[in-house]
Antibody, heavy 121, light 107 residues
Framework: EEQLVESGGGLVQPGGSLRLSCAAS????????MTWVRQAPGKGLEWVGN????????YYVDSVKGRFTISRDNAKNSLYLQLNSLRAEDTAVYYC??????????????WGQGTMVTVSS | DIQMTQSPSSLSASVGDRVTITCRAS??????LNWYQQKPGNAPRLLIY???TLQSGVPSRFSGSGSGTDFTLTISSLQPEDFATYYC?????????FGQGTKLEIK
């Protein structure tokens, strides 16, 4: 079964840092673009950023540029999101998602269950 | 950035109704438009990609159409399990962007 499992969420103070992980199984991880999407409580979905299948390219939404970093370890079938300089407005459920097709940055087919990040003092 | 606007934001309908949700892009997204369904407490689920291609396992009562800036998601005969929030999302340019969502409720 193709599966993504996020971990690493929690409560952090404003200005703090957190590292989220996403463990992939059931498919060839190295073949797929991976994406982080977040959802603030009671709000809609927001694309955070993505990373190419080989890790050579990353893209981010403007609101997180310079603060968040996406990386991957294809040998460990894992995706990461480093969150720095956190703000209250970063409070959200963070989902990792896999692209539908190999080697293409297209629709988001496989989703994790999400991990909650709360930024509060 | 391409802004995605869905209408309506909420919709009340009955089982068996035909429902259409519209998504408009602020500039052309070609046919790179995807639709997701999300139920409370769950991750989104991909329904339709590249405007009109039904994802495997999705019931045929769901259909999508459109290109350029105007897209629609149609549910031909609502079933109880279809009451959820629906999002469109463009995969034509970066940053990828979602519509604000359409909450489909039982009348």
């Amino acid at each position: 079964e193709e599966q993504l499992v996020e971990s690493g969420g929690g409560l952090v103070q404003p200005g703090g840092s957190l590292r989220l992980s996403c463990a992939a199984s059931g498919f060839t991880f190295t073949n797929y673009w991976m994406t982080w999407v977040r959802q603030a409580p009671g709000k809609g979905l927001e694309w955070v950023g993505n990373i190419k299948h080989d890790g050579s390219e990353q893209y981010y939404v403007d609101s997180v540029k310079g603060r968040f970093t996406i990386s991957r370890d294809n040998a460990k079938n894992s995706l990461y999101l480093q969150l720095n300089s956190l703000r209250a407005e970063d409070t959200a459920v963070y989902y990792c998602a896999r692209a539908l097709l190999r080697y293409f940055d297209d629709a988001f087919h496989i989703w994790g269950q999400g991990t909650m990040v709360t930024v509060s003092s | 950035d391409i802004q995605m606007t869905q209408s309506p934001s909420s919709l009340s309908a009955s089982v068996g109704d035909r429902v259409t949700i519209t998504c408009r892009a602020s500039q052309s997204a070609s046919s790179y438009l995807n639709w997701y369904q999300q139920k409370p407490g769950n991750a989104p689920r991909l329904l339709i990609y590249t405007s009109s291609t039904l994802q495997s396992g999705v019931p045929s009562r769901f259909s999508g159409s459109g290109s350029g800036t105007d897209f629609t998601l149609t549910i031909s005969s609502l079933q109880p399990e279809d009451f959820a929030t629906y999002y469109c999302q463009q995969s034509y340019s970066t940053p990828r962007t979602f519509g604000q969502g359409t909450k489909l409720e039982i009348k």
